[in-house]
């Protein structure tokens, strides 16, 4: 079939070696990269394919794309996370800097440069501008899946963010300091500590713990539920939903702290909050507080909840587990490779490695 000719020019680039659509828009001239030679080989298959992007301008041309802000109330609709922790920041992201910058906008007037000097301006953390670009990303993508604007590369990969590639290294306690700190800590937040760094718990992963969630004959603990903002929801990843063996030393610190809270019940929280009566756990702007009174009382710096599934990491490591072993204690999200190289773990394995960082934790 013979291809018919576009409303524009095809030429051919002898310096690069590539097929040209030029085109005039708005009394301005406009290139767009067809292919290469070795792609396009005759000018016949250059204009087939100058028709297709002639045909996507015109489109573009005739229908009404669509605002930031109508592309995002749409997005809300059909592809935010269902995940809660994700959806919150994302709607931050969202309410705070890209609706009140870009709201009015098309999408298609978000360009990779006025972007990328907005975020520049921006007083916050090369992490939070890569979550700001990130945002915008899916907009386009959402825009491009939606058949708003034609599938082609995202504009936001273009996009450098400062900073972005230096990652601050994760901070882990020594055994004196984790002393120090927990001897500040009183209950729940000494067990819950406690926990975090026997197990490697996420924070949201261990105020979300149930006593039914404690097999006490067997010794083990499921880890199954997260808790964020006091909304329950299931854990980060589909890996991290486990059961963790516990050492029999550690049963007993969750015996004596169960003997202790008013809230003993199999289906109650095991660390339940005195002010919402047990019907939530107490929360994490709690536990944070607590953390950082505790560490300026023992005279280290002051740290993040989660520096104690750091800290975990570095005791394994310290206590001679194998990585294999480590990776299945983290329970990170893709271990495929990790078990491959080095074999599936055993039961014992796993237990071993956990009374060593029980002995650690307890000091004894």
Known sequence: MRARKPKGSVVFNKIRGTWNFLWVENGRRKSKKLGTLPELPTKADALKKAEVVSRDIRLIAERRIPSVRELVGQFRIEKMPLRFSTRYGIEQWLQNHVLPKWGRLQITELKPRPVELWLDSLALSPKSRVHIRGVIRQLWDFAMWRGDIPAERNPMELVRIKGATKHKKPRSLTTEEFQAFVEQLDEPIRTVALVCVSFGLRI???LALKWSDVDWLHGTLHVSRGIVRQRVGDVKTQGSDQFISVDPQFLEVLKTWKQATEFRSEGDWMFASPVKLGRLPISYPWVWKAFQTAAGKAGIQKFGTHT??????????????????????????DIRTTMNVYGDVVTDEMRQANSKIVKLALAN
């Open 204 to 206: 949201s992963e261990a």
């Open 308 to 333: 104690l599934r750091h800290t975990y990491r570095s005791w394994l490591d310290a206590v001679g587990t194998p990585i294999a072993v480590q990776q299945k204690l983290m329970r990170h999200a």
